[in-house]
């Protein structure tokens, strides 16, 4: 599949104007191993080294889309990766806005770092996910790219009242996609989509 068709497609299934731009402006091939490059726009996940992947442009584009984000505002991805979904949420909220990554995995951070070397909009960390990031608080959005059965008690607080998190909640074996909203305190489940399936969120902690 080449870049126009997975573009085509993702207009087929109704993603909006924003989402489709951010997919055209952002290489994905930059972001996959050598060896994988001429794959690098099938619609499917690919392995990226480390026991995890890059997920499939369509479930990028679904999570993308429950978000629900705006320019200027300030963004957190949990189990960032290699760097993609940061560079499409970077296009998304735009120069004034501001994008985290945590990547517990040392190799990964390192790689998505250099990855993103042209973004100025982007910061990557390696640490725990579970733990947040709590000197940035509060955020907009907060989006969790690893599967998890309930969301780490600390991440609710870092999230701005009327704020948005979107994680794949489920066992080890399929997850729906949900989106949270904060409102008095609280997370609210606002919509769920089942049938995904991500890779385990790490927690050293447990």
Not at 67 to 75: P, T
Not at 88 to 105: A, K
Request: charged residues 30%; contains cysteine.
């Amino acid at each position: 599949m080449q870049k126009k068709e997975l573009i085509d497609s993702l207009k087929q299934k109704g993603f909006s104007e924003k989402i489709i731009d951010a997919f055209e402006r952002v290489p994905r091939e930059k972001f996959v191993p050598e060896k994988l490059k001429p794959r690098a726009y099938e619609d499917t996940a690919l392995p990226i080294g480390e026991g995890q992947t890059i997920s499939q442009p369509y479930t990028i584009a679904m999570m993308l889309s429950l978000l629900e984000l705006r320019k200027s505002q300030k963004v957190l991805e949990i189990g960032s990766g290699c760097g993609y979904v940061l560079a499409l949420l970077s296009e998304l909220v735009g120069e004034s806005g501001r994008v985290f990554g945590i990547e517990i995995i040392k190799e990964l951070t390192e790689r998505s770092r250099n990855n993103l070397r042209s973004y100025k909009n982007i910061k990557v960390l390696k640490r725990n996910g579970a733990e947040g990031l709590e000197e940035e608080k509060p955020l907009d959005k907060i989006l969790i790219s690893a599967a998890l059965e309930k969301i780490p008690e600390k991440l609710p607080e870092q999230l701005k009242n009327q704020g948005i998190l979107v994680a794949p909640v489920g066992d080890s074996y399929i997850q729906s996609l949900v989106k949270f909203q904060k409102i008095s305190n609280k997370l609210i489940v606002k919509e769920e989509i089942p049938g995904f399936v991500f890779v385990r969120f790490q927690n050293p902690n447990i």
